[in-house]
């Protein structure tokens, strides 16, 4: 028997816990289909990823399931509709990543301006020596900057750029009450930019949103940075842009398939790539996973969730 049933990877510090509180098993750990025919049923509370989700094969046979527990902001692997059908609420991890990941989107906007990764292997390689400095790069200061998803990490990479003196713009469903100028045509604000940070979440709204035409428009000398999801760019349109000098450079921490990433982009001279470590550092990590446990807890302990999705507003 086990209350608890564990999809996704898990910390040390998440293991210990979660043998706190709940008689737990990791799925990865056993025999799949004879776990689920024998204890299927006994499982409340489910424990996965943003990226994973839960399976609809698998959360078929969770009859008795009650709540599902992401652990990420990003939540497009979980079929919240077929949660929503059966009365199972889902949580995520917002807020305690805003800060991490908007530095990992500076980070990725700074190395392209500045062709970081060149420059390293210029003289990491000893080529500096031997053949002098590479062309100069472009600054980082006094840009305009297109944010396409300007939520909690969106508005948190506004603010560490603005040390850097930019323009700042962005593109949403809907105008907010901020003090940034707004566009509702995705390709004329990359047309006006220098660069475009997309932090928008995956999901059929935002599958190749950033087609053909956007990467036209920011043009040859354009930046493309991503950190949101990687479904929301045309992977294949990416790479025949780059390869014909349509669009500038781009830098990625987020991909279509994840872990895989085409071989045709990794071998682009004009293009930064990270394996998603938006949020990959102990202290954030850490937060996160305290978030995702301490959602399983108050449900189990009959409190309020601390971090539903919206799409769950309606079961509470």
Request: negative net charge.
């Amino acid at each position: 028997m086990s209350e608890l049933l564990i999809l996704s990877t898990i910390t040390d510090h998440m293991r210990s816990r979660i043998e706190a509180a709940f008689d737990a098993t990791v799925l990865a750990d056993v025999d799949q289909d004879a776990w689920l025919a024998q204890y299927g049923a006994d499982v409340r509370f489910i424990l996965t990823g943003g990226h994973l989700g839960v399976p609809a094969d698998i959360f078929a046979r969770l009859p008795n399931a009650e709540i599902i527990s992401s652990n990420g902001v990003g939540y497009d692997g979980v079929d919240t509709d077929a949660a929503t059908a059966r009365g199972v609420p889902v949580c995520h991890t917002p807020n305690v990543l805003n800060q991490e990941v908007a530095t990992t989107a500076l980070m990725l906007y700074i190395a392209a301006l500045r062709n970081f990764e060149a420059e390293i292997a210029n003289a990491r390689s000893g080529n500096w020596e031997k053949s002098g400095n590479l062309p100069l790069a472009r600054s980082a200061d006094q840009r305009k900057i297109g944010i396409l998803g300007l939520g909690r990490i969106g508005k948190a990479i506004a603010a560490k750029l603005a040390p850097f003196d930019p323009t700042i713009v962005y593109y949403g469903r809907s105008q907010q009450d901020v003090p940034f100028p707004y566009y509702d045509d995705l390709v004329a604000m990359a047309r006006d930019c220098d660069a475009l940070i997309c932090v928008a979440p995956g999901g059929a709204a935002t599958h190749h949103l950033i087609d053909r035409a956007v990467m036209d428009a920011l043009g040859p000398e354009g930046v493309l940075i991503n950190v949101g999801r990687g479904s929301v760019v045309d992977e294949a349109a990416l790479i025949a842009a780059l390869q014909e000098g349509r669009l500038g450079t781009a830098a990625l921490d987020v991909f279509d398939a994840e872990p895989h990433i085409p071989a045709a982009l990794r071998a682009l001279p004009n293009v930064i790539l990270t394996p998603h470590i938006g949020s990959a550092t102990v202290e954030t990590r850490h937060a996160m996973g305290d978030l995702a446990i301490d959602n399983l807890i108050a449900w189990k302990n009959g409190q309020p969730l601390i971090s539903p999705v919206p799409e769950s507003a309606g079961l509470l």
